[in-house]
């Protein structure tokens, strides 16, 4: 099956994380068609095991069996789209999978290719954002991936998705994005996940979670910022 061309997003868009291997599976066009909302960050893509770095989602469907690609087609038919999200606090990171940039690089690609991606997402979190080795692969993998998009013509958006306190971004978070942008990445944007603060870092969160995340945002004082 070939995926249908994805439509460009709108300069403001409300794109809620979807879980790809969740039972009962999200009714992707059904939501769009009843609350409207068209676009979606679809999770996650991980490594078929922690020695293999075959792209699967979630370690249960190998990319090349074209999981939800049927679904993500319908979605586009009503001018909707998705981004995956590569990562997650679940499974073996693809770049801690690879052995090389380039493997890993193909493996990103595979993906994009597959569904016909526009948008990307990494969702780093757990040990991986504090693992140095797939944190340098997956800067110059990504870079790669870019550079490819910009000589075939084609747009490739790339967002993180990082844990943060509070006071902002955590300093592995400040590493991982010094990594990316020291290998040339051109980042889009930082989803920030305004939640599990901990009680230390969040005391009395009963009523409170809000102006922690106000003042989260305030701080990292970004365009580009998205709380979930």
């Not at 997003?9 to 879980?19: G, K, L, M, T």
């Not at 890993?104 to 140095?132: C, K, M, N, S």
Request: glycine share 8%; net charge neutral; with cysteine.
């Amino acid at each position: 099956m070939l995926f249908r061309s994805a439509l460009p997003w709108p300069e403001q868009v409300f794109a809620p994380y979807v879980d790809a291997t969740a039972w009962p599976p999200c009714d992707l066009a059904g939501t769009a068609q009843q609350r409207n909302v068209r676009f979606y960050t679809l999770g996650f893509v991980v490594a078929q095991s922690p020695t293999s770095a075959v792209p699967s989602w979630g370690g249960y469907y190998d990319v090349t069996t074209q999981y939800l690609l049927p679904e993500i087609n319908q979605l586009r038919a009503l001018h909707g789209d998705v981004m995956v999200s590569f990562g997650g606090a679940a499974g073996t990171e693809l770049a801690a999978a690879a052995t090389s940039v380039a493997q890993l690089q193909a493996a990103y690609q595979l993906v994009i290719d597959t569904y016909g991606l526009r948008r990307i997402d990494f969702d780093i979190e757990g040990a991986w954002i504090a693992h140095p080795t797939s944190i340098a692969r997956r800067s110059q993998a990504i870079a790669g991936l870019q550079a490819a998009a910009a000589a075939a013509g084609r747009p490739l958006q790339v967002w993180f998705t990082l844990p943060v306190l509070p006071s902002g971004l955590t300093l592995d978070g400040r590493n991982l994005i010094a990594s990316a942008l020291q290998a040339g990445v051109v980042l889009d944007g930082v989803n920030v996940m305004a939640m599990d603060y901990g009680a230390s870092a969040a005391p009395n969160p009963n009523g409170n979670m809000g102006n922690y995340a106000d003042r989260k945002s305030t701080r990292l004082n970004s365009s580009h910022l998205v709380i979930s």
